[in-house]
């Protein structure tokens, strides 16, 4: 009847050291995972400064890009009206160019 009790008791033990160790060992992981979140929050807080920088320098090149656009536009205008219209040059194809919708009446009949 002994041998009962003390082997009811080791397994009780048994229990609870396991439980406790996985107890801990769920805290750590718990830890774990927090300190992983604030890894990555302070390495995006370390990139922000270097994408605003980047924007900067788009920002910059649209501006320069439109300014460029806004001042050729009047005199690409001013040009166009300067310019005598001239014919267009003919093209030489083998082939006269015949409207598909003729082609399609073709074809049918």
Do not use: F
């Not at 009847?1 to 060992?25: C, Q």
């Not at 267009?88 to 194809?93: A, D, E, F, L």
């Amino acid at each position: 009847m002994l041998w009962i009790l003390v082997v009811i008791i080791a397994v009780g033990l048994i229990w609870l050291i396991s439980a406790y160790n996985g107890l801990i060992r769920l805290r750590q992981r718990v830890k774990n995972g927090w300190s992983q979140i604030d890894v990555q929050l302070k390495r995006r807080y370390d990139l922000i400064p270097n994408l605003v920088e980047t924007c900067k320098g788009y920002m910059q090149h649209e501006r320069e890009v439109l300014e460029n656009v806004t001042r050729a536009r009047p005199r690409l205008s001013r040009l166009a009206e300067e310019r005598p219209s001239r014919p267009k040059p003919r093209t030489s194809s083998p082939r006269p160019y015949v409207p598909s919708s003729l082609l399609l009446r073709t074809i049918r009949s």
